[in-house]
């Protein structure tokens, strides 16, 4: 299918085949093109965490106030943006830029300088923002990159973050949650799976300047 195609099939998907995994090849494949979303500066201001551990998942969904697709999706995706966009974090970035590119660590002084500028000028909490933006785009390609592998989804923001951050030791690890995605495949009887997909006409999404 093409990739218009595959957006066209898929839907949040609201209950899922239990019994149904994702094979271990198939979720790297999504994982990896994942790595390569786009992040302003090439940042990545979010770590992505996968979560089988049934006993975890349970917890998780008391937090997402009793929803069943923590437990029967394959796997729980949770995008956990960094909440310290700083000075060492430009540095490491820049020492990884030098050394993946084989360049002196001088030739990206420049590049430096104009990230570290933009950060300057922003408050912790617009920082933070800034990392909740970039795991959406993240989001994005993750949702268009499984529909492709023939794998359904459901993108939620139905959760306490807090909690999330809680059972997952997020705080410790400068991580916060931003928005999570369950992932596996749909149940024969999801009735959400035969709806009609509405979206605004052409004439009313579309402005052509």
């Known amino acids: 299918m093409s990739l218009q195609q595959s957006l066209a099939w898929r839907y949040a998907t609201k209950k899922f085949d239990s019994s149904k995994k ?18 302003s500066y090439g940042l990545q201001h ?4 996968v979560v089988e551990d049934t006993a975890v998942r349970e917890r998780l969904k008391e937090a997402a106030y009793g929803q069943s697709q923590l437990t029967d999706a394959s796997q729980v ?17 820049m020492d990884e830029v030098a050394a993946e590119r084989h360049v002196d660590r001088e030739k990206v ?13 922003q408050s912790d909490e617009q920082r933070l923002n800034w990392s909740h ?9 993750l949702i268009g990159a499984a529909s492709e592998l023939s794998i359904d989804t459901c993108p939620m923001e139905g959760f306490n973050a807090a909690k999330f951050d809680e059972i997952l030791g997020l705080k ?8 999570i995605v369950t992932i596996g495949y749909r149940a024969a009887d999801d ?19």
């Open 172 to 179: 410790e690890k400068g991580l916060t949650s931003s928005v």
């Open 22 to 39: 994702i094979d271990a090849a198939t979720l790297d494949n999504l994982l990896q093109t994942v790595k390569l979303a786009p992040s």
């Open 133 to 141: 933006k970039q795991a959406y785009l993240a989001l994005g390609v």
């Open 191 to 209: 009735p959400y799976s035969k709806m009609t997909k509405v979206r605004k006409k052409d004439e009313d999404f579309f402005i052509k300047i």
């Open 77 to 93: 995706i949770v995008f956990a943006a960094e909440t310290k966009i700083d000075e060492d974090y430009v540095k490491r970035y």
């Open 109 to 121: 002084a420049d590049f430096e300088k104009t990230i570290l500028g933009a950060i300057s000028r």
């Open 46 to 49: 979010y770590e992505l965490v």
